[in-house]
């Protein structure tokens, strides 16, 4: 390999990595477990921009839109997780451990990214 390769190749990869390590250094993603879990879902809106936006009411319901069809259901915490029934669709509920940076919000099953989302206090 021409040596003028190599090094280009090295001061691309040697360029690269502080980019990678301060965007990891700016997640701060931290378990939100037990009763932490009620206040951070009640009365607050939980959405992606685009996909869904679900308002979690004070009395363990919740409504919203998916993909611009209207949804709802009921959520509530047991022990330390967040848990979500949909009546409409209708559907089993699902629970979720929760990890929060911030107003964002990742529900995860067995350690893996099911939903990603932020947190907004409804009005």
Not at 1 to 15: E, G, K, Q, R, S
Not at 34 to 49: H, I, K, M, S
Not at 65 to 77: D, F, L, P
Request: net charge negative.
């Amino acid at each position: 390999m021409d040596a003028a390769v190599v090094i280009t190749l090295f001061a691309t990869v040697i360029a690269g990595l502080p980019l990678r390590a301060s965007a990891a250094e700016k997640e701060h993603w931290r378990d939100v477990k037990g009763a932490a879990l009620r206040t951070l879902f009640q009365d607050q809106e939980f959405a992606d921009g685009v996909h869904f936006a679900y308002q979690f009411k004070a009395g363990g319901t919740f409504t919203g839109t998916e993909m611009s069809k209207s949804v709802s259901g009921s959520w509530r915490v047991q022990e330390n997780e967040f848990c979500w029934k949909w009546l409409r669709p209708p559907g089993p509920e699902e629970c979720y451990a929760v990890q929060q940076d911030g107003p964002h919000i990742r529900l995860l099953i067995n350690g893996s990214e099911a939903w990603y989302g932020t947190l907004q206090r409804l009005p």
